[in-house]
C-alpha cells in the first residue's frame, strides 16, 4: 500500500512535523541490540550521545531513538498507544521502547489537544507514515554505505538486512540517514502484518505511577517557587467588596496576600473569543506562602465581603426555565426532515416523555493547579492542561505578551474529563506570577474545584414520537440547556435519517454559573434519555426493544445523506455482537436485562446490563459491551477505557446529584457529592468488532449508553421508569449495590 505524504508539510520536514501534527510521543527505541533477548535498556540513557534525526526522533549512537509525543495524557492511554503506532513503522520491538512527554510546540505541532476522543483518530495515517518513513530513510542510508539498491535491503526489528545477510543496526546509520532527502513516497505495512498495533501493552507510565515518581502537576517544583492559594466569589452572581488578611498574614510562611483581576477584566473587555477561557471578572484574593499548608490555612482566616453582581441563582430557578423553553416556541432547529406536524395529527398514538439531569462537576482526582513563572524576557508555563495551545495564546493575551516568548509543558494529569480543556487557572498562576516577578505554583482544593469550577450544565429533553400502523412515524427532541447546545453533528445521530419525519431543535438558558465540556458533551445523558425512550416505545408498539433498533436502522443502511455521521451497519454490528454475548433473552429467572446502543466520537457501542434484586433492591451484576472502533491499537488500554467509560456513566447517572442554592453549590466534597462506591461496580466485559477500518475515539463512547442500559435493566426488574438523574432519587432508596 502507498501513501502520499501529508501535504500540510514540506517535504523537508515531514519528520519534524508529521507525527507532531497527529499527536506525537517521546519514544526510546533500542535498535541496535534490539536483537539481543538479554538486552535491557541503559539505566540512564540522557547520558548517551544522541543526534538530532529530526524534530522528534533522536537517535544515538549505539541505536537508542527518542521520540517527542505533544499529545497531553490524561489517562487515555495516548501515550502508550501512540508510540506504538509509531514503533509499528519503524519496525523496532516494543520491549524497546521507552516514553515520555514532549512540549507544546505550534510551529512542528498541530492539534496539541486531548478532547473529544479525536488523538488517535485525527493522528493515525501521519503516525504511520513518520515510522514507515524513517525507516526507509535508514533502510536508504544503509543502501548507500554498502552501494546496492534500498529495494534489496529489509528492516526487521531495528536491524537492517542485505542481501548477503550482513546487517547494520539503525544506530550505525542514523548520522548518515539524518542528512538524506524526505522519500516523496513510502510503504506502510499491511495490516495482516502488524505485529505491535493489535498486542497489549502496559501504561508506559505505570512505575512512576505506582512508586510515587514525579509525573503529575502536583508534583512540579523549582528552586524558590512559592505557592499560592486563591480565594474566589463563594456564589456565582457575586464579586470581591473588601477583605480583611491581618490574621491570614500571621500564620507562619505566609509571604503576602494580594489581589488579581485587573488583567482578567482587561483580558475579557478585548473580546479574545475563545471556548477554554471561563473567567470570573470578580477580584480574587491570593495567598502566598512557602508551603500549601500554609496558603490554604491563611486563605481559610481571610475575611471576606462579597456582593451581588448579578442575580443569585438556585436549582428551582433552573428547573422552571428549563421547562419553559420546553413548553415556548422559540428554538434552534438543528434537523428536520419530512413534515413532523402532518405526521403526529395523523397518528395512532403519541409517546410523550421529558427527562432531565442536573448540573455535574467534573471531580478530578488532581485538583486544578499550575506553575507559572513571568519574566521580563520569557514566560514559562507547566501544569496539566488538555489545551496547551490555548494557554498559551490566553496568557499571551492577558499579560499583552508574545505567544511565542511563552514556554508550555504538559504534566500528566490525574483526570481530566472536560475540566481540564479550560484554561482559567494557568491564567491565573500567569495573572500571579506577573505581579509579583517570582515563579508560583497555584493549588486549588477539593473544595475549590466543586465549589468554583466548571460544570456540565443542567439540561432537560423532551421526545415524543408518532405511532401510525405499528410503525413509528415521527420523531421530535427539544433540548432545554443552560448557557449552551448539543452542538450541530448531534442531530444527525441515532435516530436520524431512520424515521421519515424527524426534528431537533434546542434552546437555551444562559446563566451565570460556568459550564463547559464533560466527559462526552451533551450525549453523555442524551444517550440515556433517547435510549430510555426508545425501549418504552418497545414496550407500547409490544416488540422486542433490541428488534426494534435493528428494524429501524434497516432505513438509514443505503442513505446518500451526507449529514449522517453512524454508520447504520456497524451499529447493527455491535447490537448483534452485544445481544449474541449478553445472552439476551435467555438467561435464568431472576436476572433482568437492558439495552442501549449509542454512537459517538465516532465510535459505534452497544450495551446489556445485567441486574438482580436482593431485599427487593435493584443490584448491578455485570454490563456486556459490544464496541466498533476499527483497529484496536492496543486492547489492553482499550478495555480499560471502555470499562472505566461504562463505571463513569453508571455511577454518575445512579448517583451523582449537585444542586444551587442562591448561587452557591451545595456540595462542596465527597463527604456530600455522591459517587459510586467500589461495591458498587458489576463486571463489564468488554467485546470489540474485528475489522480493519482506521481507528476511532475511546475516551468517551463507553459512558454515554451507560445509562440507558441500567435504566432499562431497573424497568425490566421493577416496573419503573427513570426520567430524572440520578435515578436514586427517584428509587427513594439509599444506595444500590453492585
Known amino acids: 500500500m502507498k501513501s502520499q505524504l501529508n501535504t500540510n508539510f514540506s517535504r523537508r520536514n515531514f519528520l519534524k512535523t508529521s507525527a507532531l501534527a497527529s499527536g506525537g510521543l517521546l519514544i526510546g527505541f533500542n535498535f541496535l541490540t534490539a536483537c539481543r533477548s538479554e538486552a535491557k535498556m541503559p539505566v540512564d540513557i540522557a547520558n548517551l550521545n544522541f543526534n538530532d534525526f529530526n524534530a522528534f526522533i533522536k537517535i544515538s549512537d549505539e541505536g537508542y531513538v527518542t521520540i517527542f509525543s505533544p499529545n497531553p495524557e490524561i489517562g487515555q492511554g495516548v501515550k502508550t498507544s ?4 509509531i514503533a509499528e513503522e519503524l519496525d523496532v520491538e516494543w520491549k524497546n521502547v521507552t516514553v515520555a512527554q514532549g512540549v507544546l510546540d505550534t510551529k512542528n505541532y498541530r492539534r496539541q489537544i486531548a478532547g473529544g476522543s479525536q488523538s488517535i483518530r485525527s493522528s ?17 542510508a544503509a543502501a548507500a554505505k ?7 535491503l529489509k528492516a526487521s526489528k531495528g536491524i537492517i538486512t542485505n542481501a548477503n545477510g550482513e546487517t547494520l543496526g539503525y544506530g550505525a546509520v542514523v548520522k548518515e540517514a539524518a542528512l538524506l532527502e524526505v522519500p516523496e513516497k513510502i510503504t506502510l505495512k499491511e495490516i495482516k ?12 507510565d505505570i512505575d512512576k505511577i505506582i512508586t510515587g515518581k514525579p509525573l503529575f502537576g502536583l508534583d512540579y517544583k523549582t528552586e524558590g517557587m512559592l505557592y499560592v492559594s486563591v480565594l474566589r466569589p463563594p456564589s456565582f452572581g457575586q464579586v470581591l467588596e473588601s477583605f480583611d488578611a491581618t490574621e491570614a498574614k500571621n500564620i507562619s510562611g505566609v509571604v503576602d496576600v494580594i489581589t488579581i483581576g485587573e488583567k482578567a477584566r482587561s483580558f475579557l473587555d478585548k473580546g479574545y473569543v ?3 477561557v471561563a473567567l470570573s471578572k470578580s477580584d480574587k484574593v491570593v495567598v502566598i ?9 491563611a486563605k481559610k482566616a481571610i475575611k471576606a465581603v462579597w456582593k451581588n453582581s448579578t442575580e443569585l441563582e438556585s436549582t428551582a430557578l433552573h428547573h422552571n426555565k428549563l421547562t419553559a423553553i420546553l413548553e415556548s416556541k422559540k428554538s434552534n432547529v438543528l434537523r428536520e426532515d419530512g413534515n413532523i ?6 397518528a395512532d398514538t403519541i409517546l410523550e416523555k421529558t427527562y432531565s439531569s442536573p448540573f455535574l462537576p467534573h471531580n478530578c482526582m488532581e485538583p486544578m493547579n499550575f506553575y507559572a513563572n513571568v519574566t521580563a524576557t520569557k514566560i514559562d508555563l507547566v501544569g496539566p492542561t488538555q489545551t496547551p495551545s490555548e494557554v498559551q495564546k490566553s496568557v499571551a493575551v492577558l499579560l499583552d505578551r508574545n505567544k511565542y516568548e511563552i514556554n508550555v509543558e504538559m504534566t500528566r494529569m490525574g483526570g481530566g474529563f472536560g475540566r481540564r480543556l479550560y484554561s482559567d487557572f494557568a491564567m491565573e498562576a500567569a495573572e500571579i506570577s506577573d505581579k509579583i516577578n517570582k515563579p508560583i505554583k497555584m493549588v486549588s482544593t477539593r473544595e475549590d474545584d466543586m465549589t468554583t469550577g466548571v460544570y456540565k450544565p443542567a439540561v432537560k429533553y423532551r421526545i415524543k414520537a408518532a405511532i401510525q400502523d405499528g410503525k413509528v412515524t415521527g420523531y421530535h427532541l427539544k433540548e432545554a440547556v443552560v448557557n449552551d447546545s448539543m452542538y450541530g453533528s448531534i442531530a444527525h445521530f441515532f435516530p436520524a435519517g431512520c424515521i421519515p419525519n424527524f426534528k431537533v431543535e434546542t434552546a437555551t438558558y444562559n446563566s451565570n454559573i460556568t459550564t463547559g465540556a464533560w466527559r462526552a458533551p451533551y450525549t453523555n445523558f442524551l444517550a440515556f434519555a433517547e435510549q430510555s425512550f426508545f425501549d418504552e416505545l418497545a414496550t407500547e408498539l409490544k416488540v422486542d426493544p433490541i428488534q426494534l433498533r435493528l428494524d429501524l436502522l434497516q432505513n438509514v443502511k443505503n442513505t446518500n445523506d451526507k449529514k449522517i455521521r453512524y454508520s447504520g451497519q456497524r451499529m447493527e454490528d455491535v447490537i448483534q455482537l452485544v445481544k449474541q454475548k449478553a445472552n439476551w433473552g435467555k438467561l435464568q429467572n431472576g436476572i433482568y436485562q437492558g439495552f442501549a446502543a449509542y454512537y459517538s466520537h465516532n465510535t459505534h457501542v452497544a450495551e446489556i446490563a445485567d441486574i438482580v434484586l436482593k431485599d427487593g433492591f435493584p443490584v448491578i451484576q455485570k454490563v456486556t459491551v459490544a464496541v466498533d472502533c476499527g483497529i484496536v491499537v492496543n486492547p489492553t488500554g482499550a478495555k480499560n477505557q471502555v470499562e472505566g467509560g461504562v463505571l ?4 454518575h447517572a445512579m448517583y451523582a446529584d449537585f444542586s444551587f442554592k442562591n448561587g452557591k453549590p451545595d456540595s462542596k466534597n465527597f463527604d456530600t457529592y455522591r459517587l459510586i462506591r467500589m461495591q458498587e461496580t458489576p463486571k463489564v466485559e468488554v467485546h470489540f468488532v474485528q475489522n480493519e477500518l482506521s481507528p476511532t475515539g475511546l475516551g468517551e463512547p463507553g459512558l454515554p449508553p451507560a445509562g440507558g442500559a441500567v435504566a432499562n435493566a431497573i424497568n425490566a426488574a421493577l416496573g419503573k421508569r427513570m426520567y430524572r438523574q440520578p435515578f436514586i432519587n427517584q428509587l427513594k432508596k439509599e444506595r444500590i449495590l453492585g
Open 289 to 297: 506562602a512557602t508551603s500549601t499548608w500554609a496558603a490554604i490555612k
Open 193 to 204: 502484518d502488524f505485529s505491535i498495533i493489535g498486542s497489549n501493552a502496559i501504561n508506559v
Open 82 to 85: 501512540m508510540p506504538m503506532i
Open 648 to 651: 463513569d456513566g453508571i455511577g
Open 274 to 276: 475563545s471556548w477554554t
Open 146 to 152: 554498502w552501494g546496492v539498491d534500498a529495494s534489496t
Open 341 to 346: 406536524k402532518q405526521a403526529f395529527k395523523e
Open 124 to 140: 493515525w495515517t501521519a503516525l504511520r507514515e513518520t515510522g514507515a518513513t524513517a525507516k526507509q530513510m535508514l533502510i536508504n
